[in-house]
């Protein structure tokens, strides 16, 4: 169903939200590339090398725009290709849900919700049940893909998961999965979420090596 939203107050701030979060026209196909199988790795014969290329492969996602908007290097969330800040301004506040009053929740709500009667290139607002910033220390804005690498692995840094806890997280988590179903006229990351998960998981069993960084 479509919903129009009126330009007033508060709803008037979360269109400026979709508006800055519009990544692209709207005739931006939905496929932004594709990522290679994990079994295509098995032709590298060294076991660190295969585990470094199945990481750099994955991270195509990871170091997506779609991906490090939401793993910002200072308080405020990231929009668009251009990875600007958020407008309106807000800010991570408690468990990366906004400031009292201006919370996530506040005009981003379970789905994409979709907008009409405004620019042509603005089709909805993004949505998601679990709509938030990840936690400060698990920022990968401004690091090399080396960098975030070894984030993942430590639990310190990657929100206490084990490694296998860690495959879960990429190849099943729904608000992960948004960045594959970002809504029309977004880019949405390369591959589908099986295939990253596939690609994790690889990396995981061959030793977790990650790139220099």
Same mark, same amino acid.
């Given at each position: 169903?479509?919903?129009?939203?009126?330009?007033?107050?508060?709803?008037?701030?979360?269109?400026?939200?979709g508006?800055?979060?519009?990544?692209?026209?709207?005739?931006?196909?939905?496929?932004?590339?594709?990522?290679?199988?994990? &079994?295509?790795?098995q032709s590298i014969p060294e076991t660190r090398a295969r585990s470094v290329a199945?990481?750099? &492969?994955?991270g195509k996602v990871i170091q997506h725009?779609?991906?490090?908007?939401?793993?910002?290097?200072?308080?405020?969330?990231?929009q668009?290709?251009?990875m600007h800040p958020h407008q309106p301004p807000v800010f991570r506040g408690d468990a990366g849900m906004g400031l009292v009053g201006m919370q996530c929740n506040t005009?981003?709500? &379970?789905?994409? #919700? +979709?907008?009409?009667?405004?620019a042509d290139t603005l089709k909805s607002i993004p949505g998601n049940p679990a709509w938030h910033?990840? +936690?400060i220390e698990m920022a990968w804005e401004g690091k090399t893909l080396g960098q975030i690498c070894e984030q993942l692995k430590d639990p310190k840094r990657n929100g206490e998961k084990t490694m296998a806890e860690m495959v879960e997280h990429m190849a099943h988590d729904e608000l992960v999965g948004w960045g594959w179903q970002p809504g029309e006229g977004r880019e949405p990351?390369?591959? #589908?979420? =099986? &295939?990253?998960?596939?690609?994790?998981?690889?990396?995981? =069993?061959?030793?977790?090596?990650?790139?220099?960084?």
């Amino acid at each position: 169903m479509k919903i129009t939203l009126l330009i007033t107050g508060i709803v008037a701030n979360c269109l400026i939200v979709g508006a800055g979060i519009q990544l692209a026209p709207a005739s931006v196909a939905q496929n932004a590339g594709s990522l290679r199988p994990a &079994e295509s790795f098995q032709s590298i014969p060294e076991t660190r090398a295969r585990s470094v290329a199945l990481f750099e &492969e994955a991270g195509k996602v990871i170091q997506h725009p779609r991906c490090v908007n939401c793993h910002p290097a200072t308080e405020r969330p990231l929009q668009g290709m251009s990875m600007h800040p958020h407008q309106p301004p807000v800010f991570r506040g408690d468990a990366g849900m906004g400031l009292v009053g201006m919370q996530c929740n506040t005009c981003h709500s &379970e789905q994409n #919700t +979709p907008v009409v009667g405004q620019a042509d290139t603005l089709k909805s607002i993004p949505g998601n049940p679990a709509w938030h910033l990840a +936690p400060i220390e698990m920022a990968w804005e401004g690091k090399t893909l080396g960098q975030i690498c070894e984030q993942l692995k430590d639990p310190k840094r990657n929100g206490e998961k084990t490694m296998a806890e860690m495959v879960e997280h990429m190849a099943h988590d729904e608000l992960v999965g948004w960045g594959w179903q970002p809504g029309e006229g977004r880019e949405p990351v390369p591959g #589908t979420q =099986d &295939e990253f998960g596939k690609l994790i998981q690889a990396w995981v =069993d061959t030793g977790a090596a990650c790139p220099s960084p």
